[in-house]
């Protein structure tokens, strides 16, 4: 019996099949380029950020995330010939409004012990200051070892209230 | 000087946001769930799978992998409230194509001893199997002791040559 989310899903997606035609296109992006951003639910990458479907990679976690996004970006870029990310964090973001300890905190009263053991020590990313992040994060990727010297880097803010992006760095 | 990704999104994001009208969207999805899939370039999950804008979470990364999807999951469940996973992979995935000593090798080749010191040990995820794949994934996800039992998780292929997804679990 699927749910309401898996029938949408179907339905929705039988339109878009019937009138899919790009069927053509190739493994490695033909733009060469990542997108790391933000799962928030009010991005639409490919729209907002001008995304044609075959174009680029789109990496997206809690808070558009560089460190979790590292073994992604390293396949994209070695594997997969992108030389140019794009990492764009937003306003109103979740990880804005909470800190560590209140993750964990949470995890502890809805998981119980084994919950709390299991996720013991993570960091879930949270950061008080946007354009610090978006700073930081473009920093820890240029400092990256893992990240070759020729990778272009540049950090942007989405503003989920107007629907612009901005350059930080 | 803007490269021309960096001009293509400034460019394409102005066009954006001259008809946004979506700024009065909540931080939490109205939907209630979460997607998992890849960050492959010919995947746009909102046109795909029929998620308008503020409705679900949207996780991507190499593979649509479970595991570097944890932390996201987490977030997303017990700190915004989602109740329902969906987990899609795909056909022609660039993780059906190696394994991870090759992607050390190439790791090695392109970044040098300091570059192979950094993700020495990483264990790329890459799958030999599509279906299996998403079986394991899925398995892990309901296994973890991280996500709350009451959360409802299935498991999809979407077909990259003829845009349709099918339900594998």
Redesign the interface.
């Known amino acids: 019996m699927a749910?309401q989310?898996?029938a949408?899903?179907?339905?929705?997606?039988?339109?878009?099949?019937s009138i899919?035609k790009?069927?053509h296109?190739t493994?490695?992006?033909?733009?060469k380029?990542?997108v790391v951003t933000c799962?928030?639910?009010?991005i639409?990458p490919?729209?907002?950020?001008?995304i044609d479907?075959?174009?680029?990679?789109?990496?997206?976690?809690?808070g558009g995330n560089a460190r979790?996004?590292l073994?992604?970006l390293?396949?994209?870029e070695?594997?997969?010939g992108t030389n140019?990310i794009?990492l764009i964090k937003h306003t109103?973001c979740?990880?804005l409004?909470?800190k560590n300890e209140d993750?964990h905190a949470?995890?502890e009263k809805?998981?119980g012990a084994?919950?709390q053991?299991?996720?013991s020590g993570?960091d879930?990313?949270p950061f008080p200051d946007l354009e610090k992040a978006v700073e930081d994060d473009v920093k820890y990727l240029k400092a990256?070892?893992?990240i070759?010297g020729s990778i272009?880097i540049?950090g942007?803010v989405y503003e989920?209230?107007?629907?612009?992006?901005n350059?930080v760095v």
């Open positions: 749910t989310i898996q949408n899903l179907k339905k929705k997606n039988a339109e878009y099949a899919f790009e069927g296109l493994l490695p992006p033909a733009k380029y990542a799962m928030d639910a009010r639409d490919a729209a907002a950020y001008g479907l075959g174009d680029a990679h789109v990496i997206r976690n809690a979790d996004a073994r992604s390293v396949i994209s070695l594997l997969l140019e794009l109103g979740g990880m409004t909470f993750a949470v995890v809805n998981l084994a919950g053991q299991e996720l993570l879930f990313q990256s070892k893992a070759p272009t540049s942007w989920v209230e107007t629907g612009k992006v350059q």
